[in-house]
C-alpha cells in the first residue's frame, strides 16, 4: 500500500528508478536508489539483497563503464568514487535477475542527471552486451504495476508472448514497451537531458 501512493505521489528523480519483481506473495513495486560518492572503485550494495542480485548488479556496473560513450558519461567516473545501490525495505530479503534492468538504468540516470520516470516500471535481466534477457511472473508484475499507479511497463521482448496471452482487463491503463536492448530503452525511462 505504501508503494502505491510513492509511485502514484513521487516525481521523477536522478538515480532513482522504478522495478516490477515476483515474490512469493506475488508481483511487487520496487525502487532501486544510486548514489555516487567520492572513493575508491567501490561498488556498495544494500537492502537485503541475494547473491544473484548481487551479480545483477556487478553486470549493470561493467556494461555502465564498457558503454560510457554510448551514454556520453566521463569513461572514468569510477576511478575517484564509489557507488551505493541500494532499495529500500531492507527487512526483506531480496534476490533474483530480474532487477538487472532497473539497476542498470539507476546508474545511467544518475551518470547523466537525467530523472527517471517514476510512472514506468521494469523488470528485465541484463547481460554484459546489453541484452535484455526474459523475466518470470509477468501477470503478476503487471497486476501490481497497476496497483502503485503505474502508466509504463517494459518487459523483455521475448515476455512478448505471456503479455499477450493475458486477458485484456488485466492489461488495461498499462502501455507496455517490450525491448531486446537496453540502449532502445534510455529514452523510454528517463526524462530528455
Do not use: C
Request: aromatic fraction near 6%.
Amino acid at each position: 500500500r505504501r508503494f502505491s501512493h510513492e509511485v502514484a505521489e513521487a516525481g521523477n528523480q536522478i538515480g532513482v528508478t522504478t522495478g516490477l519483481v515476483w515474490t512469493e506473495f506475488g508481483g511487487e513495486v520496487i525502487f532501486v536508489e544510486a548514489s555516487r560518492m567520492r572513493g575508491q572503485r567501490q561498488l556498495i550494495l544494500t537492502g537485503s539483497l541475494g547473491d544473484v542480485l548481487r551479480e545483477s548488479a556487478q553486470t549493470a556496473l561493467s556494461y555502465v563503464r564498457s558503454h560510457a560513450d554510448r551514454f556520453k558519461i566521463d569513461p572514468d567516473f569510477f576511478s575517484d568514487s564509489d557507488l551505493h545501490i541500494h532499495i529500500p525495505a531492507g527487512a526483506i530479503p531480496k534476490d533474483g535477475p530480474s532487477a538487472g534492468l532497473t539497476i542498470t538504468l539507476a546508474l545511467i540516470s544518475l551518470l547523466t542527471a537525467r530523472p527517471a520516470r517514476r510512472n514506468v516500471a521494469l523488470s528485465g535481466e541484463i547481460t554484459l552486451s546489453g541484452r535484455v534477457l526474459p523475466v518470470a511472473g509477468v501477470r503478476e508484475k503487471i497486476l501490481a504495476a497497476q496497483r502503485a499507479g503505474v502508466s509504463v511497463v517494459v518487459f523483455p521482448a521475448k515476455n512478448e508472448v505471456d503479455v499477450a496471452s493475458l486477458p485484456p482487463e488485466v492489461k488495461e491503463g498499462l502501455e507496455v514497451v517490450f525491448a531486446e536492448d537496453l540502449s532502445a530503452l534510455v529514452d523510454v525511462v528517463l526524462v530528455p537531458g
